[in-house]
């Protein structure tokens, strides 16, 4: 058969069978793409039912605290560091455990607003960067524990903003990370040992 055909035929029969193998080609790679997603939205599904988000009341918080500009999260050390040195030449313990209040409205790539606070039951004169105050209670704080390293808070996160739109609800201030178990040593970012919870102020829509 091929003897019998011109160049010309068959050039047209080889450029239609690629044609139809393009277009195979272009079907089975959409069904992968399908498949693929749908693995991702599996394993999201899952990471994020490790999860348990309650609605809690917060009682007021008298702290102490030193609030700055950071370039990302894991580089609040130094506002740690101001903190703690003032606190300790003042001979004051912390009351419960320590925590940060992310004052940023929404997600930033760098130049965080942080603010390292330590609940105190003591009276501490205040400085140029140490304030003292009560945080008000708050009636609704939507709240979840990560039980991990740092490096992969992004998954509570994610979980707890989730059940937070899913339920009503919208967050109303500053989220907080209390620091249940602190890392091993300070501010490592990869201790599994590490627990945290993260809370957020919300209220219904």
Not at 53 to 71: D, L, M, T, Y
Not at 98 to 108: L, N, T
Not at 111 to 128: K, L, N, Q, R, S
């Amino acid at each position: 058969l091929r003897d019998s055909l011109t160049p010309e035929q068959m050039r047209g029969m080889l450029k239609l069978r690629q044609v139809e193998i393009r277009q195979r080609v272009q079907e089975e790679t959409g069904r992968l793409e399908r498949v693929e997603a749908r693995l991702r939205q599996i394993e999201q599904e899952e990471d994020m039912s490790k999860y348990d988000v309650v609605i809690k009341k917060i009682g007021p918080i008298k702290v102490a605290s030193v609030r700055g500009i950071v370039p990302t999260p894991p580089q609040q050390g130094s506002l740690w560091g101001e903190l703690e040195g003032y606190l300790a030449g003042q001979r004051v313990r912390p009351a419960a455990p320590c925590f940060c209040m992310y004052h940023d409205d929404e997600y930033k790539e760098r130049d965080w607003d942080i603010e390292a606070c330590e609940p105190i039951e003591a009276d501490v004169p205040e400085t140029g960067r140490v304030k003292v105050r009560t945080l008000p209670a708050i009636e609704t704080m939507a709240c979840s524990v990560h039980a991990g390293p740092y490096v992969t808070l992004g998954e509570a996160y994610d979980a707890i903003l989730k059940w937070v739109d899913e339920n009503g609800y919208q967050v109303m201030g500053a989220g907080r990370e209390i620091y249940l178990q602190e890392t091993k040593p300070a501010g490592n970012q990869n201790d599994p040992g590490a627990v945290t919870e993260i809370q957020f102020p919300v209220e219904k829509v």
